[in-house]
């Protein structure tokens, strides 16, 4: 009888020993879990580690990543109120994720969770809140009329208010990290029924694609996923308004995120798309046909105008109208210099004081531009450096090309006035002509994602002229463009 | 990348091409009016004279002249460069000028040489002086003698006064079979540049003139009159009564009669409205019938002075109305190749029909 | 990319194609060689060139899907076929060079007396070489944006009706003229460039069934701008004026006066370069095709080169007026009679391969 008690003692006693043993392994393996994350982390002082040994419990935590209050709320408080380290109920709610996989837990403490270890398991909890920009009106991209919304650097920020704007299961994202090192986030979203699924794909491929230690903006992205990233003009257009964005989305266009800029991409986009601002849309049909028409006048001023001055006083005197003629050869017999030079002269002063003008802080700006434009104008022209006539028309150049909405292509466009300049200093009204030729080639050649940089011009899509060079009532928008390549091509479903 | 790179290079090179050819524009002598005379210098027997503007400050003359003597139009530009230190440019010519005697000896060689410059527009007003052009040059009341003939010329054509003749619209006429040319006279009077009438050439040949409202009638016969006035002096009883008819449209229709295979005669039918908005005379002119008086005089007076101009026309054999291209119209190629165009206008009779309709009389009765 | 050309830009690029120097002195062309109302010969020559089009769409028709060379070769095989290829290719090149270099003597005359034929005409062929070697849809492309940059040209014949007259033209047709042959070719051969069509086939896209329509289509607004502009030439001009002008076009031009805006003759003929580079590109274009078909063993990128070279180095001493002439009318000739001969060859060549078939199939 003894005997069997004894056994049954034993059994208990070994139970006892196994559990304290796999006990002892367990803290042992959670010891060197939490061991192997946090070598990770030797030397990053920010990291915050708290050991609570009564739960056994340790949290670790980037101190600037993660949201106070959540924080308190979501893990301090529980564990404040926790009884004994048996019962650790918070453990089982929704928002505490388990994980086994040390890659996971890195990952997820970078990108602000909490990394909370118990025993040999590891939970995340996602309290992350660093401090961003509040939403604001974008700097570069202004409306009168429309939402001033403006995207910010916050990826999640900026893809809540395209998920606000966008109400639809069929808007799809895909994140995708790119850099190397910096190991930054980049989503892509379409809509899928929409968007065309082959270039979905053919762009996340891109992205996946690229190698490159960090990605800062998505402008840098873009370079990296341009169809040509050596040509001229930009393919993708980039905006900072999420109106701009879900309008893109729900012609079955792509839209990229990148985090930490507060850009967006938009691809594929035509040579025209960067002539479009959402006050076309946003006022009455007939006065945005005009703005637009407008914009494309301004478009040819400002590539066209200096080069064509050089052109006549060099080359063509007789286009010169009587009127003009006296004034203007008079006060370019004061100048020393050929037409051509005296142009670049001065278009290149201007790029000098633009440039400049970028740089300084905004109230010293406002008054260098001032002093620039009217002053050093003025005195250029008494001094002999340049005829008056050429200042007209450098500043129409220069107003002109503020016009066109976005900067990287008006920037695209500077160099190539500067070319036409060039061409038709040498060689008068036929090297504009070449100029444009070289330019029509060069931009008929583009694609962006594929389509065709000039469309609806050069490839005819005729039901797309409604949204070209006029903006026909919405009542006239049946069908969506062609550039998207989509099939889904009636508006309204 | 490579090829774009060296068709970049060969394109920066080859662009150099044009440098040859540059005409920066404060080094050219831009002339704005040029005239040719015959002159009986030993050298040449073309005096051609060029005033261009003053572009720079150096002097304080608006414009600057210079004169030279040649056997040619393309000479005298060669001699003229040298007397400037800016390249002489024909591109900005506006208007040239024939004196007399050059003209009467025919100016086909310097209508033909402009014609074969490319640099020369064609918008060149042709004009001929009643004496000589570098007179009418060298005024020195005017700064700018280019543009003010210019404008005078445009004033007075847009009136109906004078034709509107450029190069194109004189070479057009000489080498057509069916007309001849026409072009305002000018004259200098008391140092003052006057418009003195219309220019009739035979072919290439200044053979006579009109005077200015002889000239207005010309133009009623020539083409479709937009807006004009005369003043028609009748000779009531002892006194002269004078009538302003402001006519603001009329037009004209020829009509050629043909009698087998020759042309009989030709009518010539005007058709003119206007207001009149001067009447010296005694008479009221607020009924119907007072009105159709004064049409029925006020055309007659006209037909008379067609009649006188055509007459003059037939003296001088000179189809300025082109009544050769309606004759031509009217018959097949055999039979106006065998007609004698030079006599045509000399031997075909011409009749004239004016029909007046007074618009209104002003603004009172 | 590789899509295919829309019928609607097929059109405008048949348009370019024709459209060429010859315009500008087409009038007086027609004024020497045909007299009086010359102009008249431009609907009967258009006329005959439309039947010349037929041809090629009876071509279309029958080829049941092939292209030109396998059409050819389906009967004589490709290495026979080989030399003639190359004598093509480079009859075209010699052909589409001469027409560049027209043009630039033109723009000498006009702007750049004291320059180089040479340096100018170069850098016309650079222009062309930057385009023909990009692929045939970003050609039409291109093409279609050079066609609404020219186009508007053509209403500023609205500005000399008022001074046209009906008068001018003469009651008499066709008389005073040297009624040549040689002033048939010449206008001829201000049509030619549809046979270029012949070559695009596998490159079109053939959806619509009745896609060939719109080669007539580029033809008729050929023939409209040509007749528009000869008629207004005879009527604006006399007519023994215009046996004397040796550009009317380029006159024409340069009487359009609209207030500040006059002399716009060089900006105008210099935006027609675009016209030229078109037809230069094309006959090279085909002529590459041509010498890549006869050559396979040739790297691509060096054919257009080659051609370049070979033609401009035949061509390089001509370089005046009166010697260009007799050679445009030598290679007009030849050009006229290949777009004349080639459809004529394929069908019959057509059609012996189908009597073949049918003596195979008993």
Redesign the interface.
């Known amino acids: 009888m003894g005997v069997n008690r004894m056994k049954g003692r034993t059994t208990k006693l070994l139970h006892k020993l196994k559990e304290l043993k796999q006990e002892a392994v367990e803290k042992d393996h959670s010891a060197s879990f939490q061991k192997k994350v946090t070598e990770n982390f030797s030397g990053c002082d920010d990291l915050v580690q708290r050991t609570f040994p009564e739960l056994n419990i340790t949290i670790i935590y980037f101190l600037h990543m993660v949201n106070e209050n959540l924080l308190e709320m979501d893990l301090l408080a529980p564990i404040y109120h926790a009884s004994d380290e048996t019962s650790l109920p918070f453990l089982k709610r929704s928002n505490f994720h388990k994980t086994d996989d040390e890659k996971k837990v890195i990952h997820g403490i970078l990108n602000g969770e909490a990394a909370v270890f118990h025993w040999d398991r590891a939970y995340l909890i996602n309290i992350s809140g660093p401090k961003h920009r509040e939403i604001q009106p974008s700097e570069t991209e202004t409306t009168i009329t429309g939402p001033h919304e403006g995207f910010v650097e916050s990826s999640e920020i900026n893809l809540s208010m395209i998920r606000r704007r966008v109400k639809s299961p069929h808007l799809k994202m895909n994140e995708i990290p790119v850099g190397e090192v910096s190991k930054g986030s980049v989503f892509v979203l379409h809509i899928k029924g929409i968007a065309n699924d082959e270039v979905v794909g053919d762009m996340i491929n891109r992205i996946e694609k690229i190698e490159i230690d960090a990605v800062y903006d998505a402008h840098m992205l873009t370079q990296l996923i341009e169809d040509q990233p050596?040509a001229l003009f930009p393919q993708f257009m980039l905006r900072e308004r999420p109106d701009a964005i879900a309008a893109a989305l729900v012609e079955g266009k792509i839209v990229i995120v990148v985090d930490g800029s507060p850009s967006v991409i938009i691809s594929p986009s035509s040579f025209f798309d960067f002539f479009q601002t959402g006050d076309d849309y946003y006022q009455r049909w007939i006065t945005g046909t005009a703005t637009r028409l407008l914009r494309f006048g301004a478009f040819i001023i400002t590539i066209g105008f200096t080069a064509l001055y050089v052109s006549?006083?060099?080359?063509?005197?007789?286009?010169?109208?009587?009127s003009l003629?006296?004034t203007?050869?008079?006060s370019?017999?004061?100048?020393p210099f050929?037409?051509l030079y005296e142009a670049l002269i001065m278009e290149i002063t201007l790029e000098f004081l633009r440039e400049a003008g970028a740089r300084l802080p905004t109230k010293v700006g406002q008054t260098i531009g001032i002093v620039g434009g009217i002053v050093i104008g003025q005195a250029a022209v008494q001094a002999g450096i340049t005829s008056n006539v050429l200042i007209i028309v450098v500043a129409s150049s220069a107003i002109t090309s503020f016009v066109v909405p976005s900067y990287v292509m008006s920037a695209s466009i500077r160099l190539a006035r500067f070319g036409l300049i060039?061409?038709a200093g040498?060689?008068?009204?036929?090297?504009?002509?070449?100029g444009?030729?070289?330019l029509?080639?060069h931009?008929?050649?583009l694609?962006s994602a594929?389509a065709?940089y000039?469309a609806p011009?050069?490839?005819?899509f005729r039901k797309d002229w409604v949204d070209f060079l006029l903006r026909a009532p919405y009542s006239l928008m049946k069908t969506r463009p062609a550039l998207p390549r989509t099939s889904n091509k009636k508006r309204k479903q | 990348m490579d090829r774009r790179i060296m068709i970049g290079g060969l394109l920066a090179i080859l662009m150099l091409a044009g440098c040859n050819d540059q005409k920066v524009i404060e080094d050219l002598a831009i002339i704005s009016m040029m005239s040719f005379d015959q002159t009986d210098d030993p050298t040449g027997d073309l005096k051609v004279t060029a005033s261009f503007p003053n572009l720079t400050s150096e002097t304080s003359n608006e414009e600057q002249i210079i004169e030279t003597i040649a056997n040619s139009k393309k000479e005298a530009e060669d001699l003229l460069s040298s007397k400037t230190k800016q390249q002489v440019v024909n591109g900005q010519i506006h208007s040239v000028i024939l004196g007399e005697r050059f003209a009467r000896n025919g100016v086909k060689s310097v209508i033909s040489s402009m014609e074969r410059d490319q640099e020369i527009g064609s918008q060149v007003k042709v004009v001929v002086a009643d004496r000589e052009g570098t007179e009418i040059i060298r005024t020195e009341v005017v700064p700018d003698i280019g543009s003010y003939i210019d404008k005078m010329l445009k004033t007075e054509s847009d009136k109906f006064t004078i034709p509107e003749t450029d190069i194109y619209h004189f070479s057009r006429d000489y080498y057509d079979d069916g007309i001849d040319p026409i072009a305002p006279l000018f004259s200098k009077q008391n140092g003052r540049i006057v418009l003195v009438g219309t220019a009739l050439f035979r072919n290439d040949r200044y053979v006579d003139h009109l005077d200015l409202i002889q000239s207005k009638i010309l133009m009623l016969l020539l083409k479709k009159v937009e807006r004009s006035e005369l003043t028609i002096k009748m000779a009531q009883e002892e006194e002269i009564r004078n009538v302003h008819f402001d006519y603001v449209t009329s037009h004209r229709n020829i009509d050629v009669y043909k009698k087998g295979r020759e042309v009989d005669h030709i009518k010539i039918i005007v058709k003119m409205r206007g207001s009149v908005l001067e009447d010296t005379g005694e008479e009221s002119i607020s009924s119907a019938k007072e009105i159709h008086q004064l049409e029925q005089l006020v055309a007659r007076h006209i037909k008379h002075k067609a009649e006188d101009i055509i007459e003059i026309l037939k003296e001088n054999q000179t189809d300025s109305l082109g009544l050769g291209q309606y004759i031509r119209q009217s018959l097949s190629y055999e039979e106006w190749t065998e007609l004698d165009k030079e006599r045509l206008i000399e031997t075909v009779p011409v009749s004239v029909e004016i029909d007046v309709t007074i618009k209104d009389t002003g603004m009172s009765q | 990319m590789s899509e295919k050309i829309a019928p609607f830009h097929l059109a405008i690029l048949i348009y370019m194609i024709q459209s060429g120097v010859t315009l500008y002195k087409l009038p007086r062309m027609l004024a020497v060689n045909f007299g009086t109302n010359g102009w008249i010969m431009v609907l009967i020559v258009s006329f005959v060139a439309g039947i010349n089009i037929f041809l090629i769409s009876l071509v279309n028709r029958f080829r049941k899907g092939e292209s030109v060379f396998e059409i050819m070769e389906g009967l004589i095989p490709r290495k026979v076929m080989a030399p003639f290829y190359i004598l093509l290719a480079l009859i075209w090149s010699i052909f589409a060079l001469l027409v560049g270099k027209d043009y630039i003597l033109i723009t000498q005359v006009l702007t750049f007396q004291n320059s180089s034929l040479l340096l100018l005409y170069s850098i016309v062929l650079i222009l062309a070489f930057y385009l023909v070697v990009k692929d045939i849809y970003t050609i039409s492309k291109t093409t279609t944006i050079f066609f609404f940059l020219t186009i508007w040209m053509t209403f500023l014949l609205i500005y000399h009706i008022p001074y046209s007259s009906i008068m001018r033209l003469t009651p008499f047709i066709f008389k005073e003229g040297t009624h040549s042959i040689r002033g048939l070719i010449e206008v001829y051969t201000a049509f030619l460039g549809f046979e270029i069509v012949l070559f695009l086939f596998p490159y079109i896209d053939q959806k619509k069934p009745k896609w060939f329509l719109s080669v007539y289509v580029g033809h008729i607004i050929t023939t409209v701008v040509y007749t528009l502009t000869c008629i207004v030439s005879f009527m604006y001009f006399s007519f023994e004026q215009l046996k004397l002008i040796s550009f009317p076009v380029l006159n024409l031009i340069s009487y359009v006066e609209i207030e500040l805006i006059e002399r716009i003759e060089s900006l105008v003929f210099n935006l027609f370069l675009m016209k030229i580079l078109i037809t230069v590109v094309m006959y090279l274009w085909a002529a590459k095709l041509l010498l890549h078909r006869g050559m396979p063993s040739m790297n691509e990128k060096w054919l257009a080169p080659i051609l370049i070279l070979v033609a401009f180095f035949i061509t390089l001493r001509v370089d005046v007026v009166y010697e260009l002439a007799p050679w445009l009318l030598i290679f007009g000739f030849a050009a006229a009679g290949i777009a004349i001969g080639l459809p004529v060859l394929l069908l019959f060549v057509l059609w012996v391969r189908r009597l073949g078939r049918r003596r195979r199939h008993g």
């Not at chain 1, 006549?312 to 009587?322: A, G, K, L, N």
């Not at chain 1, 370019?332 to 100048?335: A, T």
């Open positions: 050596n006549v006083t060099t080359f063509q005197y007789e286009m010169i109208p009587q003629l006296t203007l050869a008079g370019r017999s004061k100048v050929n037409p060039l061409l040498l060689l008068g009204n036929l090297g504009i002509v070449i444009v030729i070289l029509v080639i931009l008929s050649s694609t594929g065709p000039l011009l050069s490839p005819f």
